[in-house]
């Protein structure tokens, strides 16, 4: 049996924390078993899906490098098919017409509600003569569901799973204008498909049980069910915006990248063993789902920003370049310095040890990227007040002309500083200040090699030229 699995997204939203998981545990088991993953998307609901969801949804799962083995489907295209289901279990008498209006059925309800009754429908109409039927109605078609009994189903996380039949009603296949309900096309869709496994949030579980007597009805193998416990936010509710439930491009603009986030996403609900670090490669490796939790997992925004940053620190260099870019461009406009990108490329070794999302690679980098005149934060400024123009007018007046390399220049500041019997820092911090405006940067020297002679000392008098 080839594995066969799918992600069926409803294009109301962006790509979800909860939506992006189960797509990544639906491509590692696929790809664990050297099967097919697809894209089905569920855009029944015509009035809410737009065509900017549908752009998000691909847009992440891009990023996300969960590619898909076939062209997406799209549900809505697929209307007459399971139209056709439909008409066809009316025919062997699994189905009926039901006349019920929406208000008949709303009474229904309110009398159960005060009655204490959890099931509500009159199943009048599912054995009545067709001549009964009242003019100018039109019906939608129901399932023939099981009256009697148990729906058992033995799902892959949950374990066996019971309902009884007598808690489910006769669920509608078909509304009354011919167009057919999520139920019925997720059924047909996923059969036509030749999907083995749903692997899915436990909110569908109850869904799953009508899908199943549905799949049973029509003759249909079920494929196999996997549902996985919701993500809550880190104090252990549910998952809202303010716990970080955003849309993976959100995280891919807070500078989040994809190798982090699939690594982050594996580890919420799924284990192997203690290890956290686990490359996509590995994790095809690895995955399967009996490692997959019940209990809901928890999702933490500072535990996948420090995972980032391990993530950041064994990237290459010159795609890290390439990512940052773009952000300094928008940032600096026109105050972009033409030899950003070198400057970058050779410093970007020690600028990524301390960074933790590429928004701080950036933030970082701004001093290599900006032309002159720099600006000078409150923080640096104050390393050049009092003394420390002075100071770095001498460390301007010893540098040297040749051999500007980040050895030599230490050995030099170093010297002055110990023959004016002063510490280091007390000449290395005004240096900083105002190479890079800033308090707090790569080492200095390094700074300087990479900003070379001329760029040094040209920022070096503007500092020195400045009223502090």
């Known amino acids: 049996m080839t594995v066969v699995t799918r992600f069926a997204p409803s294009p109301t939203g962006f790509l979800h924390i909860g939506g992006a998981r189960t797509a990544l545990f639906n491509w590692l088991f696929a790809r664990r078993h050297g099967g097919r993953f697809l894209l089905r998307i569920e855009d029944t609901d015509r009035a809410r899906s737009t065509q900017e969801a549908v752009n998000a949804i691909i847009d992440g799962l891009t990023w996300l490098g969960l590619d898909w083995d076939e062209a997406p489907i799209f549900q809505s295209s697929r209307a007459a098919r399971h139209a056709e289901v439909a008409q066809r279990l009316l025919a062997e008498g699994k189905a009926y017409r039901c006349y019920w209006s929406p208000d008949e059925l709303a009474a229904m309800r309110e009398r159960a509600k005060a009655e204490g009754r959890?099931?509500?429908?009159?199943?009048?109409?599912?054995?009545?003569?067709?001549?009964?039927?009242?003019?100018?109605?039109?019906?939608?078609?129901?399932?023939?569901?099981?009256?009697?009994?148990?729906?058992?189903?033995?799902?892959?996380?949950?374990?066996?799973?019971?309902?009884?039949?007598?808690?489910?009603?006769?669920?509608?296949?078909?509304?009354?204008?011919?167009?057919?309900?999520?139920?019925?096309?997720?059924?047909?869709?996923?059969?036509?498909m030749g999907v083995t496994h749903v692997i899915r949030g436990d909110d569908h579980l109850n869904n799953t049980f009508r899908q199943w007597q549905l799949h049973e009805a029509l003759g249909w193998t079920p494929p196999v069910f996997a549902h996985q416990s919701l993500i809550h936010g880190a104090d252990g509710r549910k998952l809202s915006k303010r716990h970080g439930a955003l849309g993976a491009e959100a995280y891919r603009d807070m500078g989040i990248l994809p190798e982090a986030m699939r690594n982050y996403l594996l580890r919420l609900g799924w284990s192997h063993g203690d290890d956290e670090i686990i490359s996509t490669e590995q994790a095809i490796a690895w995955f399967d789902l009996d490692n997959v939790g019940r209990a809901a997992a928890r999702f933490d925004l500072d535990k996948l920003t420090a995972l980032n940053g391990h993530y950041i620190r064994q990237a290459d260099d010159a795609r890290l370049v390439a990512l940052v870019m773009p952000r300094l461009v928008d940032a600096l406009g026109d105050a972009l310095h033409p030899h950003a990108a070198d400057r970058l490329a050779a410093g970007m070794a020690s600028l990524k040890e301390r960074a933790k999302t590429l928004v701080d690679l950036a933030t970082a980098a701004e001093p290599y990227a900006r032309a002159r005149p720099l600006p000078i934060d409150d923080k640096a400024a104050r390393h050049l007040q009092g003394d420390g123009v002075a100071r770095l007018r001498e460390v301007a007046a010893d540098l040297p002309a040749t051999d500007w390399t980040r050895g030599a220049l230490e050995s030099r500041v170093r010297a002055l500083a110990e023959a004016r019997g002063l510490k280091l820092g007390a000449l290395a911090q005004p240096l900083r200040a105002a190479l890079t405006g800033r308090a707090v940067s790569p080492p200095v020297f390094e700074v300087m090699e990479i900003l070379g002679h001329d760029e040094t000392m040209t920022r070096m008098n503007d500092a020195m030229a400045a009223d502090w």
């Open 118 to 192: 959890s099931s509500y429908f009159d199943a009048k109409w599912r054995d009545a003569d067709p001549a009964d039927a009242p003019p100018g109605v039109d019906p939608v078609i129901r399932l023939k569901a099981p009256r009697d009994g148990d729906t058992v189903i033995e799902d892959r996380i949950q374990g066996p799973v019971t309902l009884r039949n007598d808690h489910l009603d006769d669920m509608v296949l078909l509304r009354a204008d011919g167009s057919p309900t999520y139920m019925l096309a997720v059924v047909v869709d996923d059969h036509d």
